[in-house]
């Protein structure tokens, strides 16, 4: 099975595709995770990404759907995966097709922008393995530690309030086009995200029937 998660920066949207991952065993692909993998290690793609990462603008197509393709040609997302901020783009969206990936479902967690804005400055991430946490909906065990590693959890640079508004704005710009994309096809679920995760993960198990 072949999902994609659309959905506003702060959504959930990432949180829910580990859910489903670890429900129907197939991986969660996050091309902002590998992004942020290939800056912190100064590969080639992650020095061509970091500017517009920090802008928080969109990272241009070649970049990201070269790291795509590698990351879905490996042994472990043949019977599935669960695409995470990927497509971005109508184009990417079409980069996708023309691969010849068929995707099962689309689905999309919807939350106001005025939600998404308030929820923003209390998100956090893993320095070392990527975990994503939030202070109010999904605290960490101990403050400022990653459970899964021995990172620490902090806001990522993008995560600041004028960021996340230029983010916003590209993503009804850019990626909101999407809906109809994948709706005109018949594939598109709309999920409304809920104050706690674990409502809206019932609603997305609903929604991809698991
Ligand atoms: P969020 O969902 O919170 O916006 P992500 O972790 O998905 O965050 O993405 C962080 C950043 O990585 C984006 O702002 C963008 O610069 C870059 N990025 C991630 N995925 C893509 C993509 N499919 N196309 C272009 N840029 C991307
Ligand atoms: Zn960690």
Redesign the pocket.
Known sequence: MNLIFL?????G??TQAEFVSEKKSIPPI????M??EAVKNGTPAGLA?KE??D???????E??IGI?KERIAKDDAQNGFIL??????VE?AKALEDMGVNIDLAVEIYVPDERICARMGG?RVCDACGASYHLEYKPTAVEGKCDACEGNAVQ?V??KPETVLS?LK??HEKTAPLRDFYSERGKLKTVEGQEEIADTTRLTFEAIGC
């Open positions: 959905g506003a920066p702060g959504s949207k990432g996050s091309t902002g995770n992004l942020r990404a517009y990462m802008r928080g603008d969109l990272v241009p197509d970049t990201v795509l995470d901020g990927f497509p971005r783009t990417q998100r990522r993008d995560d983010r590209t993503y």
